[in-house]
């Protein structure tokens, strides 16, 4: 996804103010950890099946210390 993707969509999230985000085939969790950070979403939930993305999304967030 590139920046001005990335843009456009939290724009949309911000604008109509989602309180659940659900992001399929989630792979690293950039896109959920934008999220948690630029929306007010109350439940941020990423599905991924590929285990190698699975685990590295499951690292940077324990990195960053993020809830859930």
Known sequence: MSKDDLTALFSTLKENNYKNIIDI???SGCVLFA????TKAQSIV???LDQN???LSQKINKKFEFQG
Do not use: D, Y
């Open 46 to 48: 990423g599905i991924e």
């Open 25 to 27: 085939g989630s792979r």
């Open 53 to 55: 993305w699975a685990k």
């Open 35 to 38: 999220a948690a950070l630029m």
